[in-house]
């Protein structure tokens, strides 16, 4: 089993930022992919930004400029620093690694509340 911890949510004014952190434990597979999805109220779970163990990133529309994702491998830690954010930032923030085998296995965090909010 993997666990994954979020941590570096909260309140933010607009234009402000936030460094979401993400540590993975347990038993996790060599090649695999961490990311952020986010949730706001009443909308479904959408992808943030995705990294994979060669450090290839992936972003949504919504966040390219302002977000980057960051991995330390060794660590087993993902990073999301958010700038330049919007109220419409604001949502519940989760962890996702992906263990590339065949089939993929996917792991989630438990979610980490972040408002964008004057």
């Known amino acids: 089993q993997v666990q994954l911890v979020e941590s570096g949510g909260g309140l933010v004014q607009p234009g402000g930022s936030l460094r979401l952190s993400c540590a993975a434990s347990g038993n996790i597979f060599r090649i695999n992919a961490m990311g952020w999805y986010r949730q706001a109220p009443g909308k479904e779970r959408e992808l943030v930004a995705t990294i994979a163990s060669s450090g290839s990133a992936n972003y949504a529309d919504s966040v390219k400029g302002r977000f980057t994702i960051s991995r330390d491998n060794a660590k087993n830690t993902v990073y999301l620093q958010m700038n330049s954010l919007k109220p419409e930032d604001t949502a519940v923030y989760y962890c996702?690694?992906?263990?590339?085998?065949?089939?993929?296995?996917?792991?989630w965090g438990k979610g980490t509340l972040v408002t964008i909010s004057s």
């Open positions: 996702h690694l992906r263990a590339i085998m065949f089939p993929p296995v996917d792991y």
